[in-house]
T-cell receptor
């Protein structure tokens, strides 16, 4: 049973648009919430991460929004570019263990 | 720094064969872990280690063994391969349990 539920499974966005990926969790022991980006044939790479005492974190065009009471967090990709086309995984961590969502494949159309 | 390296990149096994997937890191990270990635399921933790001589099971440990004799290396052993173990395997490392994990390039394993 997946501890982190991620949606949508895939999305298509026009260049310059906003991509939004949502994740939800149940285990309140999670204390670290990273997002990973993965290109075909490559390993996942950390994109941005947040801790539960912060409601929002922004790095360039990427923003994490975190709602501790709802046990939900989301990734917003602003001004989406063709180079952002990849699979994105949300994750949650506690006690040395990282649990991943199922992934969202983002396609940015030029 | 080479980061996290994995060998081999590709491997085909027959059911019942054994093999070892190699993982090494040169960043002096204490924490290392193995994940498998299957379509529609994300990455699932197989085994992890918080330091040399210390290992523990993750979410899907059955059919896999690990050991950690040095800080740098964390091999994953398949004792008797099964078709259900066909997957892409990733090794990762980090300085601490809540720090971000650096992933290797992966090993694509097919068991016939």
């Amino acid at each position: 049973q997946q501890q982190v539920k991620q949606s949508p499974q895939s999305l298509i966005v026009q260049k310059g648009g906003i991509s939004i990926i949502n994740c939800a969790y149940e285990n309140t022991a999670f204390d670290y919430f990273p997002w990973y980006q993965q290109f075909p044939g490559k390993g996942p790479a950390l994109l941005i991460a947040i801790r539960p005492d912060v409601s929002e974190k922004k790095e360039g065009r990427f923003t994490i929004s975190f709602n501790k009471s709802a046990k939900q967090f989301s990734l917003h990709i602003m001004d989406s570019q063709p180079g952002d086309s990849a699979t994105y995984f949300c994750a949650a961590s506690y006690d040395y263990k990282l649990s991943f969502g199922a992934g969202t494949t983002v396609t940015v159309r030029a | 720094n080479a980061g996290v390296t994995q060998t081999p990149k590709f491997q085909v096994l027959k059911t019942g064969q054994s093999m070892t997937l190699q993982c090494a890191q040169d960043m002096n990270h204490e924490y290392m872990s193995w994940y498998r990635q299957d379509p529609g399921m994300g990455l699932r933790l197989i085994h992890y280690s918080v330091g040399a001589g210390i290992t523990d099971q993750g979410e899907v440990p059955n059919g896999y063994n690990v050991s950690r004799s040095t800080t740098e290396d964390f091999p994953l052993r398949l004792l008797s391969a099964a078709p259900s173990q066909t997957s892409v395997y990733f090794c990762a490392s980090s300085y601490s349990t809540s720090d971000w994990q650096f992933f290797g390039p992966g090993t694509r394993l097919t068991v016939l």
